[in-house]
């Protein structure tokens, strides 16, 4: 059975850092893509960022470029987003999820889903 656990969310000010981690379990998702995605109230989720399986590339939206850095430690089967200069249109519900395609951005890619964590950024 799959599953993606993500935690490390909470309430941050802006220009805050936070940490957030996805622990996953089942099939053999050390050989997936994982992404991270957000969804703000009253918005459609969105993409964030994502990784592939070995760690060597990852893309990332615009809207958090050179500040949300993933990675992610196989060994550990833990997929990481370090979140800096955190914005108040940062808030939303941060979700990981797993894909067997490579780099894909497309929410519907991806396969398995974890249930998320709230970041909230205060201004």
């Known amino acids: 059975q799959v599953q993606l656990v993500e935690s490390g969310g909470g309430l941050v000010q802006a220009g805050g850092s936070l940490r957030l981690s996805c622990a996953y379990s089942?099939?053999?998702?050390?050989?997936?893509?994982m992404g991270w995605f957000r969804q703000a109230p009253g918005k459609e989720r969105e993409f964030v960022g994502a990784i592939n399986w070995g760690g060597g590339r990852t893309v990332y939206a615009d809207s958090v470029k050179g500040r949300f850095t993933i990675s992610r430690d196989n060994a550990k089967a833990t997929v990481y987003l370090q979140m800096n200069s955190l914005k108040p249109e940062d808030t939303a519900v941060y979700y990981c999820?797993?894909?067997?395609?490579?780099?894909?951005?497309?929410?519907?890619?991806?396969?398995?889903w974890g249930q998320g964590t709230q970041v909230t950024v205060s201004s």
């Open positions: 999820a797993a894909c067997p395609l490579a780099m894909a951005t497309l929410k519907s890619a991806y396969q398995y």
């Open positions: 089942g099939r053999t998702l050390s050989t997936y893509t």
